[in-house]
């Protein structure tokens, strides 16, 4: 479980509670998971602040050494210009755990991220969400109950025993804490095949969580299972919507959670993409779904197109199937090269993008005024096992 300090909801007296949903139909209360840090406590700065960008270095620049600034790459230029450090989810939480002496993290990228820097970071260092509100709807496809439930479902089948549990970096710290109590690892899009090697040498089934496509990927193009070997587990249905000798069959049990903006882009993009460019190289991300991958040159992770890109020839042409602050800034920095998004309709990812500078300037005025804003943190026990799924990871060949 993570706790997060904020703004108390409204409570009004009443002889009767009413239920969140309840008062929220009445339009006096809001959702608490689906509108968690809309309210900003303190005062936001107006977007239209033509000193924000003074105000965030001064702020900055007062905090000296006491504060270190993460940047996801998903994040808008607004921001990432005072990221002390850019990466992935992966790279930034190692980042953080590498800079004992800063008293605040200030992460600008999505709340998974931010309670990873908690779990890696020592106790007394406080990390910071910016927004609160800035989410993952791929973590939120797999909550602790629901995968305490699918548990039970494999208990029952007769197979927990032989499944090991394989979560994806991008997942709430209870998913990974769960991991790390059942016996599993965590994985990144970059180590998804050592992980899962070393899964299949501890047991005979993975439960992969939370992304289907990075999974099915992953068991498909790197370790030469078949479809067939996959089965979907919908969290929505009795049994995940599956029989007994399903789960038993099946050597990959499939979350059924994908990333929204991943998830966008189709066959038909790549498709289009060959048509309008011909010679273009086609590169996309393991979070797309399997016929993309497929259909792609390239598939890898945030660091591998970036990678890529540094060292493709002059003149050469690209297509790229991620997220769309980081084709765009991939774009700027290759000027010899032709960088196009792989889609034709626009991909931002909508959590990352709350994260603004206004935000980031009210939370680094707050911290440099002594104000601990938006704190990210994960509970002892939760951090625990959480930590022992990151160690497996980290401890792979
Ligand atoms: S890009 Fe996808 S996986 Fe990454 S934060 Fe956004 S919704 Fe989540």
Redesign the pocket.
């Known amino acids: 479980m993570c706790v997060v300090t904020t703004a108390q909801p409204r409570t009004e007296s009443l002889d009767v509670q009413p239920t969140p949903l309840a008062l929220l139909l009445l339009g006096r209360e809001a959702d608490p998971r689906s509108e968690r840090g809309v309210e900003c406590p303190g005062d936001l700065p107006s977007p239209s602040d033509p000193d924000l960008v003074e105000r965030a270095r001064a702020a900055k620049e007062k905090l000296g050494e006491r504060v270190f600034v993460l940047g996801h790459h998903?994040q808008r230029d607004e921001v990432i210009q005072f990221a002390d450090v850019t990466g992935d989810s992966f790279k930034l939480a190692r980042e953080a755990a590498a800079r004992p002496d800063a008293e605040y993290i200030v992460f600008c990228g999505?709340h998974f991220m931010a309670e990873s820097a908690d779990i890696l970071t020592s106790a007394d260092q406080k990390v910071v969400l910016p927004d609160l509100a800035a989410g993952?709807?791929?973590?939120d496809m797999a909550t602790a109950e629901q995968v305490a439930e699918c548990w039970d479902v494999l208990t029952d089948a007769g197979i927990a025993e032989r499944v090991v549990p394989v979560s994806y970096m991008?997942s709430s710290a209870d998913i990974k804490a769960f991991t790390g109590k059942h016996g599993g690892t965590i994985c990144t899009s970059s180590n998804a095949k050592k992980a899962l090697d070393w899964a299949f040498e501890q047991g005979e089934q993975v439960l992969f969580l939370p992304d289907q496509h990075l999974g099915r990927n992953t068991a498909v193009r790197d370790l030469g299972m078949s479809l067939d070997d996959c089965v979907l587990y919908n969290p929505h249905k009795p049994n995940g919507g599956l029989t007994v000798e399903q789960l038993r069959a099946a050597k990959m049990i499939l979350w059924r959670g994908h990333?929204?903006?991943?998830g966008r882009f189709s066959i038909d993009s790549v498709r289009d993409v060959r048509e309008r460019i011909p010679g273009v190289n086609v590169l996309v991300h393991p979070?797309c779904k399997h016929e993309v991958v497929t259909a792609a040159d390239y598939v890898g992770s945030t660091e591998y197109i970036i990678k890529v890109l540094d060292a493709a020839p002059a003149g050469s042409k690209w297509a790229i199937g991620t997220?769309l602050n980081l084709v765009r800034r991939v774009a700027q920095a290759h000027p010899d090269k032709e960088v196009v998004f792989l889609d034709r309709t626009v991909c931002f990812?909508s959590?990352?993008n709350r994260i603004d500078l206004p935000h980031l300037v009210w939370a680094l005025e707050s911290l440099a005024e002594g104000n601990l804003v938006n704190q990210i943190q994960v509970d002892s026990e939760t951090e625990s096992f959480a930590k022992l799924a990151l160690e497996r990871m980290l401890a792979l060949p």
């Open positions: 998903y999505v993952c709807s791929m973590a991008n990333c929204s903006v991943h979070e997220e990812c959590t990352m």
